[in-house]
């Protein structure tokens, strides 16, 4: 077994019933050994999150998006707590889910250092249209590239720093800019959740 974007683990133990670890289960573990592969022994179940339906095909695509874009070296515990508040939202079916979406994509850019957390929602005008590069950061997009997929309104884009949205106009324009974003760190390896799932919910 391997932590997205940390060391590898032997497992020894599991469930009763399978003999293995059950997903979006959070487990307590002590570790005998040492070197490169340690062993995780006498997994101790502490919390179940249940997903069901197009919510277990969101968990599904939480992890998928870890073990493509996390570097080995990845502060781990950052992300794990960022993982599992977004497993915890996605299990309330009270809780948006696509807003949970954007909060872990929005936490993943910023784990990798993308340069999205420097942005100031201040500074943003609200009905200016914007443009974000990984490496070069944010700036106003040009005449011809308002309205695009990869442009985002600064009222979306404030929305989506501080993740309080407004309405589905905000969402979608969220969704397409974070998207764009994302495609730049997976260099060109696909997302299989995604096109499993986004053509019937529009993942």
């Given at each position: 077994?391997?932590?997205?974007?940390?060391?590898?683990?032997?497992?020894?133990?599991?469930?009763?019933?399978?003999?293995?670890?059950?997903?979006?289960?959070?487990?307590?573990?002590?570790?005998?050994?040492?070197?490169?592969?340690?062993?995780l022994q006498?997994?101790e179940e502490?919390?179940?999150?249940?997903?069901?339906?197009?919510?277990?095909?969101?968990?599904?695509?939480?992890?998928?998006?870890?073990?493509?874009?996390?570097?080995?070296?990845?502060?781990?515990?950052?992300?794990?707590?960022?993982?599992?508040?977004?497993?915890?939202?996605?299990?309330?079916?009270?809780?948006?889910?696509?807003?949970?979406?954007?909060?872990?994509?929005?936490?993943?850019?910023?784990?990798?250092?993308?340069?999205?957390?420097f942005i100031?929602?201040?500074?943003?005008?609200?009905?200016?249209?914007?443009?974000?590069?990984?490496?070069?950061?944010?700036?106003?997009?040009?005449?011809?590239?308002?309205?695009?997929?990869?442009?985002?309104?600064?009222?979306?884009?404030?929305?989506?720093?501080?993740?309080?949205?407004?309405?589905?106009?905000?969402?979608?324009?969220?969704?397409?800019?974070?998207?764009?974003?994302?495609?730049?760190?997976?260099?060109?390896?696909?997302?299989?959740?995604?096109?499993?799932?986004?053509?019937?919910?529009?993942?």
């Amino acid at each position: 077994m391997a932590e997205p974007g940390g060391r590898a683990y032997r497992l020894h133990g599991g469930s009763r019933q399978t003999g293995r670890c059950t997903l979006f289960t959070r487990y307590l573990f002590s570790v005998r050994g040492r070197g490169e592969l340690p062993t995780l022994q006498q997994p101790e179940e502490q919390q179940v999150f249940v997903l069901q339906r197009e919510r277990l095909w969101c968990g599904l695509y939480l992890n998928e998006l870890a073990l493509k874009l996390l570097p080995r070296l990845a502060p781990e515990a950052e992300f794990f707590a960022h993982y599992a508040a977004c497993v915890a939202d996605l299990a309330n079916p009270e809780y948006p889910m696509t807003d949970t979406l954007r909060a872990y994509e929005l936490g993943l850019l910023r784990v990798l250092g993308s340069g999205l957390e420097f942005i100031d929602p201040d500074t943003l005008h609200a009905h200016a249209w914007y443009v974000f590069e990984p490496q070069q950061g944010l700036r106003e997009a040009r005449v011809s590239e308002q309205g695009e997929a990869h442009c985002i309104r600064g009222d979306a884009l404030g929305a989506l720093l501080t993740l309080r949205f407004h309405d589905a106009l905000q969402r979608a324009q969220v969704k397409y800019f974070l998207r764009h974003v994302i495609a730049h760190y997976l260099h060109g390896k696909p997302l299989m959740t995604r096109q499993l799932f986004t053509t019937k919910h529009g993942l």
